[in-house]
């Protein structure tokens, strides 16, 4: 008796749990996709951030080249400027001062060198 109550109510409900065990089944699968979404969500927002940072590192250095690129045309016009200072004082005649050296030989010597052992 208590076997053909077991087998009525399996057969009774045979349907309703046939049901239950595949929605049980594909719950199941549906969490799995899903957390596997959230995990893949997890990676793009990750990479994402990657490429913005270094989007922005590329900007910065970006910026940082053409400030250096910068400075160094500044620093070449400022030395090619103080070479053309040195230069023009490296030809310009300093004149000399009389009395204080004597010329060794009576000739002209204008370009003779200073002969003085104080300097």
Known sequence: MSNSKTNGFFHKYKELIVTTIICLF?????????????EIKKWYELMIGINEKVKVQADNLHRLEKSLETHVQQTDERFEDHNQRIRSIEFEIIPRRTGRFKSPTPKDTTDAQDTNSDN
């Open 26 to 38: 594909l719950t199941g699968i549906y969490d799995s996709i899903n957390n596997q979404t959230a």
